[in-house]
């Protein structure tokens, strides 16, 4: 049994299978062809924290493929009242086929999975947030074309995404410049990437126009998660200088992407003109979430499919 808690639990050979799935499914799904593959199959959806694009992709995704959804928060089931994780996991998953959890800490995903008796997928937390890499990438490929040996410049905050895209880039071979004010540095040791391919690199910049620099990708996320409400105005006047603009896009390739997780606060992180203009793929970005994940829920429940 396989779960998906961080990106390096897929290996490159697996990226390339769920890729080629996501976007057969994705085929099907524009053209109303059924693709019920998990017919008779329960996704358990459980958020600690709240969310939009990971609860329609993931419960829409599981309706497609012939399953069905049952959506547990922390305020109405007993995960808010303190029952034990190891509890929660035990019962959930004698009744379910699949588990996605959002939550805080990646050691209360990783204490759910360690009972879990079906697989569980991480739909975010505070260290990780591995589906939407999955997605951002496959909309990379679907614009450009393989992302190996590409540029992809991280501006921001060194957070769940900044982690995950890390260890993509160590798994799956591109190069990836982080910007990120002092003191909201990626945390190497959390991210902990996967043994790199040799044609992957890592190197952080202290001026966000230097990682930008002929990136294929720019690509940013709120400079306030989930979680850290209360960092909010110190977080606000420490990344005055990162919002990625269209000076910053000007100094990317030229027909370079932008990308943001969303959602998103035009006029912090990322000036309009840029998220509302032509490089901009959010929108496909978006929607890939769902196409991807079903591909993962599948190949997690039933291997490679012909
Ligand atoms: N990008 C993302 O995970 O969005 P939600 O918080 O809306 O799920
Ligand atoms: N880094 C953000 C992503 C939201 C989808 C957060 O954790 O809140």
């Keep these: 049994m396989k779960h998906y808690l961080q990106f390096k639990d897929l290996s490159a050979d697996e990226y390339a299978y769920v890729f080629a799935r996501a976007a057969l499914i994705k085929k099907k799904f524009k053209a109303y062809e059924k693709h019920h593959t998990l017919s008779d199959r329960t996704l358990a959806m459980i958020f600690e924290k709240a969310s939009t694009r990971t609860r ?28 034990p994780i190891e509890d929660s996991a035990k019962v959930i998953s004698r009744m379910t086929d699949i588990v996605m ?87 190497e040791v959390t991210a902990a990437a996967a043994p790199s391919n040799a044609s992957g690199s ?56 932008f990308m943001h997780c969303l959602p998103a606060h035009r006029g912090e992180e990322v000036e309009a003109e840029v998220i509302d203009g032509p490089q901009s793929v959010v929108w496909d970005e978006a929607e890939n979430r769902m196409h991807v994940q079903k591909a993962l829920m599948e190949y997690l429940l039933l291997g490679r499919q012909n």
Excluded at 120 to 142: K, S, Y
Excluded at 213 to 242: P, Y
């Design 101 to 187: 959890i959002r939550t805080f800490e990646q050691t209360k995903i990783e204490r759910f999975a360690a009972v879990s008796r079906v697989p569980v997928i991480n739909g975010l937390t505070n260290e990780f947030h591995p589906c939407q890499i999955l997605a951002d990438i496959f909309t990379f490929i679907e614009h450009r074309g393989s992302i190996q040996g590409k540029t992809v410049a991280w501006v921001g905050d060194g957070n769940n995404m900044a982690n995950t895209w890390l260890q993509a880039a160590a798994l799956l071979g591109f190069h990836l410049h982080v910007s990120t004010p002092s003191g909201y540095e990626v945390n």
């Design 202 to 257: 890592y190197k952080t910049f202290s001026d966000p126009m230097k990682a930008c620099a002929g990136a294929d990708l720019v690509t940013t996320d709120v400079w306030t998660s989930m979680g850290f409400e209360a960092e909010n105005e110190a977080r606000r006047a420490a990344f005055a200088s990162w919002c990625v603009d269209r000076t910053m896009m000007a100094a990317a390739v030229p027909d370079a992407l």
């Design 56 to 83: 329609v992709s993931f419960e829409a995704g599981m309706y497609q493929l012939g399953g069905s959804v049952v959506h547990l928060t922390t305020g109405d089931s007993q995960l808010g009242r303190a029952e």
